[in-house]
Structures are given as structure tokens and as C-alpha cells.
């Protein structure tokens, strides 16, 4: 494809998206548009937005929003608006709530299905459906997919990748490519002529697509990461080319929804929700009905047999760093602010993550505010984006801190590097929901192996991804969550204590040290010789590495 007639692919189907939005929920694509303006103009127009999207004080279409986003599944169902764009939006939501109808659980093992399949070549062919990718998105997620790719690539494995269909169109990237190519990794895009209204006929497209691109490249296996939409097309597209699939769980998105709510009231009632219990169970679904299953860690892995999955069909492959960070020597903390040219107190703290609610990022904020006003002489820097950042500019004005706050927002990625070694020590400071206390993050590992001390709520996902993969001690200082008082504690004491520091720098890069690509990667070799019933032997599997 030309990259005229490229363009012109791409100018039809967002000109179909965007007719269709404004034909449905014309609020709902201004909040989108903007969520996309500049941070500064963002953090002042997004919040009115959200409410007059989000409370129900937008007509019949609003409190249907409202009821959705409160998880009440019931009064979507019941309702019967009068007006064309409240029928619109009733109609869009159901739509929404018929993707998350049971499928059936039961494993694919058909002996026609069976028969299909061949042995897997050495090195085994790969083919990754994913939900967004670099270069459009940078996240945890992305960057994750993105060492596994490369990691598998470099050794040997045939890997292709797709990511959800529309992406990343969707997300506003009008000059996407077919396929974007980074570090060598091509993410090729599957972009339908249009976007049809009936979210049953989108999942269609997405299923024929995928299929299509399991055709051409006739890969082994195909691996597939939560949420459930793009599992559900991997699953549809694997059966109907007769291929095995892995099913790499890498969140609970309903505990992740739950947590997204504003107040630990509506957090516990999201839990109780219908819409809480169709993801659930959806997510749980696809799990049993994967050929195998990869998870991120040992709470997740127990939570996914408390929900019935055998615990000899998951393989838990941790969240790694590339080799090469451990190698390279990280400018000190000082140098790195010089080179990103920030002006700050003398020490400096923070994170780099998304600026989400359940990461508890306001802890950093007051905890800053409370060292200050004790006479420690500390900024804070939090980089990254997010729905928490208009409220944690807002936070640090109220703190009296701003001028000692620092919000770059989304960085490209090899600054956000630098950016985590020009802090003193990072802090973790995740809010205690479910999602936090079973999900690990990556950006604990990120800085152990940049080299600098890490302070963590204690949770178990967070305890689990700082200590040896053994089960030592923790390499982190651990802090109960929401603890100010504790937290506050911690950071001062930590600041103050260049003897603690350099210890759990030291520990920190051990613990680091096991968790690289280089050495996990070979993890995902068992979970396709399970998928596809080849057991590895000592000699294929070298063969495979």
C-alpha cells in the first residue's frame, strides 16, 4: 500500500468514527478531543468535561453515562429515553454489555481442531495480538510487549504483531502507518474501510482481520494479553485458524475499573456491580478456555486458580528490564538534573508512571509538602499522564508547593530514563485497592536497576516484584499505604541516611539483576511447548534459545 493511498485508508475510516460518535454520543467524543489538548489547557477543561459527560446532569444520555460508569447495568437495560441521542447511547452501552456475554469455557481441544495442528518449527513462530503499541502509546503495558518482542526476536523466535482493531486511529493518530517498525519490531495495524455502529459487527472485523494476518504469516501460536476484548479476538481468530493460544494476564481490568472510582465508597460499590461481575466473568472465561496461561506473578497466578484455572496451565513470567540497564552506568542524580535542565531543591523525589488514582501519587505531593515544612529542603518529580495529573497540579497549589513540584507530563521514553535517575529515590506509593494490592508494576525494577533506592507501600504485588525471585527480604523500604504519617517518616528518615541508601541500591540491582529479559524470556518456551502439547526436551529447547 502507497503511502497516499495509506492516508486516504485512514482519512475514510476516522471520518466514519468520528460521523458515528457524533451521531451517538457527541459529548463523549468532545470529552476524548479533550483529553488530547495541551496539559495546561487539558487540565482546565477536562474536569468540567467529565462532569457534564459523566454525572447525569446531561439529559437522559447523561445519567445513562452516569448509571454505566457506576457499573448499574440494570437501569441501561430498563431505560426507554425519549430523545434520538439518549436511544443512541442506551443502544451503545448495551452493545457494550453484549460483548461481555458468556462464550463458553470449555477448552478447544476438537479432535478437528487438533488435527490441524503441526509441531512447532525450532524456533517457534509467534504471533502477539496486542491492545496498543509503541510508538503511539508509551506505558507499562507497551513497553513490556515490546521487550518480549525484542527479546524473543533476538532469540531466534519468528514474532509479528498486531494490535486492536482501529488502533491507533482511535486514539487520533491520523498518519499511523500500516505498520510501524521500532527497534526492528514491526506492529502491523488492523484498520477496517469503517466503523461499524453494531459493536457485534466490530468485533467481527476485528476477528476477520486478525485471521487474515494469521494467514499470511502461519505462525505456531498465537499469544494474546488482557483486556478481554483483545483476548476474545485472539481467541476467535486462534479457533478459527485451528492454532493454539496463550492468554497473558496482565491486569484484572474490573478491579482496575473499580479502582479508578473517586471515593473508597464508590470503589466498594463498583466492586458489588453487574458491570464489575460481566468482566469478571468474561476475563475468568478466557482464561479457562486458553490453551495455556502467562501471568505476571505469584499473587496473580493464586488468583487465577482461586477462579478455577489449573495452577500447571500458568506460567508466571515477571515483569523484566533489558539487560543493558544494569550494564550502563546511570548518571548520578545530580548530572541527570543537569542534563534535563531542571531547577530543584537539592534532593529530589517522585516517580515516573501513569498519574492514575490507585497509584496514590498525591502521597508524594504531601509527603514533600510536610518534609518542607520541617526544614528538608526536597522537591518532588512526578513525569508521566494521566486523569490524576489536573488534580495533582491543583493539589500542589493547595500545598503551597508548586514552585517544588515538577509535572513534565508524557516524556518519550529513553528522557523518561534519565528522568528516573534524576531522582534521589523513588517512591511507590500505590493506593490499597485489590488491583494494587495483585498487579505488579514495572517501575520498581526500572530503578533498581537504574541504581536507586526505592520506597513502596506494602502490599503483596508490590513486596512480591521488589524481592529476590527466591522469596528474601525486599530490596525496597516498604511503608504501609496510606500511611502519611509513616510516609513521611520513611522518605525523611531515608533522605538523611546515605548508609541505608547505598544498601538498598545494592539489593536493589540483585534483585534487578534476575529479572532481565535475557534470562526470563526463555519462561514463555514452556508456556507455547504447553500450549501447543510439544514438551520441550533439554535439546530443542537450546535449539529454541
Same mark, same amino acid.
Given at each position: ?16 468514527y ?12 468532545? $470529552?476524548? =478531543?479533550? !483529553?488530547?489538548?495541551?496539559? +495546561? /489547557?487539558? *487540565?482546565?477543561?477536562?474536569? &468540567?468535561?467529565?462532569?457534564?459527560? %459523566? ?17 448499574d ?5 430498563d431505560a ?22 458468556p ?7 476438537s ?9 512447532p ?22 513497553l513490556?510487549s515490546?521487550?518480549? $518482542?525484542? =527479546?524473543? !526476536?533476538?532469540?531466534g523466535? +519468528? /514474532?509479528? *504483531?498486531?494490535?486492536?482493531? &482501529?488502533?491507533?486511529?482511535?486514539? %487520533?493518530a ?14 502491523a495495524?488492523?484498520?477496517p ?8 459487527r ?18 505456531d ?33 474490573e ?13 466498594? =460499590? ?8 460481566l ?74 508512571s ?54 513534565p ?98 539489593a ?35 535449539d529454541?534459545?
Amino acid at each position: 500500500m502507497t503511502r497516499v493511498s495509506e492516508l486516504a485508508h485512514n482519512v475514510r475510516f476516522t471520518a466514519s468514527y468520528v460521523v458515528h460518535a457524533l451521531a451517538t454520543d457527541p459529548a463523549w467524543l468532545v $470529552l476524548q =478531543a479533550s !483529553r488530547r489538548l495541551p496539559a +495546561r /489547557v487539558s *487540565a482546565v477543561v477536562v474536569p &468540567g468535561v467529565e462532569r457534564l459527560v %459523566g454525572d447525569g446532569t446531561g439529559g437522559a444520555a447523561g445519567r445513562l453515562r452516569a448509571a454505566w460508569a457506576a457499573g448499574d447495568v440494570t437501569t441501561v437495560r430498563d431505560a426507554a429515553p425519549r430523545g434520538r441521542t439518549g436511544r443512541r447511547v442506551r443502544a451503545a452501552l448495551l452493545g457494550q454489555v453484549a460483548t461481555l456475554e458468556p462464550t463458553g469455557t470449555d477448552r478447544p481441544t476438537s479432535p478437528d481442531r487438533s488435527a490441524r495442528r503441526a509441531a512447532p518449527s525450532a524456533p517457534v513462530a509467534v504471533h502477539h495480538h496486542l491492545t496498543n503499541s509503541l510508538p503511539h502509546t508509551q506505558s507499562g503495558y507497551t513497553l513490556r510487549s515490546h521487550a518480549i $518482542l525484542t =527479546a524473543q !526476536r533476538a532469540a531466534g523466535h +519468528r /514474532v509479528t *504483531a498486531t494490535t486492536r482493531v &482501529g488502533y491507533p486511529l482511535t486514539i %487520533g493518530a491520523l498518519g499511523a502507518r500500516r505498520t510501524d517498525v521500532v527497534d526492528g519490531v514491526g506492529y502491523a495495524r488492523l484498520v477496517p474501510r469503517s466503523l461499524p455502529a453494531d459493536h457485534a459487527r466490530r468485533a467481527e472485523d476485528g476477528t476477520a482481520l486478525l485471521a487474515a494476518e494469521l494467514e499470511r504469516h502461519r505462525p505456531d501460536v498465537v499469544h494474546a494479553t488482557t483486556p478481554w476484548t483483545t483476548g476474545a479476538a485472539a481467541r476467535a481468530a486462534a479457533e478459527r485458524a485451528g492454532l493454539p493460544w496463550v492468554y497473558e494476564v496482565r491486569g484484572l481490568p474490573e478491579e482496575t475499573w473499580a479502582a479508578s472510582h473517586a471515593t473508597a465508597a464508590a470503589r466498594e =460499590a463498583a466492586t458489588r456491580s453487574e458491570r464489575y461481575a460481566l468482566v469478571r466473568a468474561k476475563e475468568t472465561e478466557l482464561a479457562l478456555a486458553a490453551d495455556h496461561v502467562v501471568t505476571l506473578s505469584a499473587t496473580m497466578r493464586d488468583e487465577l486458580v482461586g477462579r478455577g484455572v489449573p495452577a500447571g496451565r500458568i506460567t508466571v513470567v515477571p515483569n523484566a528490564v533489558d539487560s543493558a540497564l544494569l550494564d550502563a552506568t546511570a548518571p548520578t542524580p545530580a548530572e541527570a538534573r543537569a542534563a534535563l535542565g531542571l531547577r530543584t531543591a537539592p534532593q529530589v523525589v517522585g516517580t515516573v508512571s501513569s498519574l492514575v488514582g490507585y497509584e496514590g501519587l498525591d502521597t508524594i505531593l504531601r509527603t514533600v509538602a510536610t518534609l518542607r515544612d520541617g526544614g528538608t529542603d526536597v522537591s518532588a518529580l512526578v513525569v508521566g499522564d494521566g486523569v490524576a495529573r489536573p488534580g495533582l497540579l491543583r493539589l500542589a497549589a493547595e500545598l503551597g508547593i508548586a514552585e517544588h513540584v515538577h509535572l513534565p507530563g508524557r516524556v518519550p521514553r529513553d528522557v523518561a530514563r534519565t528522568y528516573l535517575a534524576a531522582l534521589d529515590v523513588v517512591l511507590v506509593p500505590r493506593r490499597p485497592d485489590r488491583v494494587t494490592g495483585l498487579v505488579t508494576p514495572l517501575k520498581p525494577v526500572e530503578a533498581m536497576a537504574t541504581g536507586r533506592p526505592v520506597v513502596a507501600s506494602d502490599l503483596p504485588a508490590l513486596r512480591e516484584v521488589c524481592s529476590p525471585l527466591d522469596g528474601g527480604a525486599p530490596a525496597a523500604l516498604l511503608v504501609p499505604a496510606d500511611d502519611q504519617v509513616a510516609w513521611v517518616d520513611a522518605v525523611g528518615g531515608l533522605l538523611g541516611d546515605a548508609a541505608r541508601q547505598e544498601a538498598l541500591v545494592a539489593a536493589g540491582r540483585d534483585v534487578a539483576a534476575e529479572r532481565t529479559w535475557s534470562r526470563l524470556v526463555a519462561r514463555y518456551d514452556d508456556a507455547y511447548a504447553a500450549a501447543t502439547g510439544t514438551p520441550l526436551t533439554d535439546e530443542n529447547r537450546k535449539d529454541r534459545r
